[in-house]
């Protein structure tokens, strides 16, 4: 109404409407109720941490992010304001498999069997490799992931899939982490399978386990990172060269996935702050 009385005289518009004049006015002088306010609050508060975020988050995560500050709010209410906004989270595609089985190289038994829990760091780390498109070509991508954090402790980038890009996120994992006893977990990949790759397992004292072939559940939490990064960074944009998609890659990773983004696994933490935790519990 107060929008239309340049338009329509007052007491028109409430006969109309079927309200009284004096209800009208009061109405105004009351002003905004304070669930009307709290709602302009959260939906503000709501809409930065989806920014925050990279606008990846839906409703659990935010939700989470605001309990943690302390703001006490059901998750049907979130979800009701980000509707509100046009705000939603992003949602994940099936991965393409990547790696081949050489049929001349040694292979090794499943010690895992789909039980991707370990009680503590260092225990069971799973590794994969992926491919991100460019303008100049694709860019492959070999992660190492312990599976107690779900953090990516090792990781490497270049523009062939070969045994040295997984060789090199191998020896970033060993560089900080400690890996004796671990159980490296992968598919029947031909750069994992290499002799080299082998070898170097042996030198660190790391156990080599591996899925049965053509099976993607058997390597399901390396797979579901990447479909992560699927669909919270690949599809989002395009990359013209390599290296800027090696510059996004690596911000989505350390900057991002590892210490900001809250994985639902993890009681909506991220893998940072859930190795911090468990450290302060132990101590």
Not at 55 to 66: C, D, Q, S
Not at 210 to 215: E, H, K, R, W
Request: contains cysteine; proline residues 2%.
């Amino acid at each position: 109404m107060k929008a239309n009385q340049a338009e329509h005289r007052v007491s028109t518009m409430c006969r109309v409407l079927e309200v009284s004049p004096s209800g009208y006015y009061a109405w105004l002088r009351r002003g905004a109720s304070a669930r009307s306010r709290r709602d302009v609050e959260l939906s503000a508060r709501i809409a930065a941490i989806h920014h925050d975020s990279r606008g990846t988050y839906g409703v659990p995560r935010i939700h989470a992010e605001l309990t943690e500050d302390g703001e006490r709010v059901a998750r049907k209410r979130v979800a009701r304001l980000m509707r509100a906004q046009g705000l939603r989270g992003v949602s994940r595609r099936k991965w393409t498999r990547t790696t081949l089985r050489d049929g001349a190289e040694e292979t090794f038994p499943d010690l895992v069997e789909r039980d991707f829990t370990a009680s503590r760091p260092n225990v069971l780390w799973v590794a994969d490799a992926t491919y991100i498109p460019t303008w100049e070509g694709f860019l492959y991508l070999a992660v190492v992931v312990d599976v107690y954090s779900r953090r990516v402790v090792g990781w490497s980038m270049g523009s062939r899939l070969v045994t040295g890009l997984m060789l090199d996120a191998l020896d970033m994992a060993l560089g900080q982490r400690d890996a004796r006893g671990v159980i490296h977990h992968s598919d029947h990949g031909a750069q994992y399978t290499s002799i080299a790759f082998g070898k170097r397992c042996r030198e660190a004292g790391v156990t080599l386990s591996m899925g049965s072939v053509g099976d993607c559940y058997d390597n399901a939490l390396c797979e579901s990172f990447f479909a992560t990064l699927e669909c919270e960074l690949i599809e989002r944009g395009a990359f013209p060269t390599r290296a800027a998609a090696r510059l996004a890659v690596f911000d989505f990773i350390e900057a991002f996935y590892n210490r900001k983004r809250r994985h639902s696994a993890l009681g909506y933490v991220s893998p940072v702050a859930f190795e911090r935790a468990a450290e302060q519990a132990a101590a």
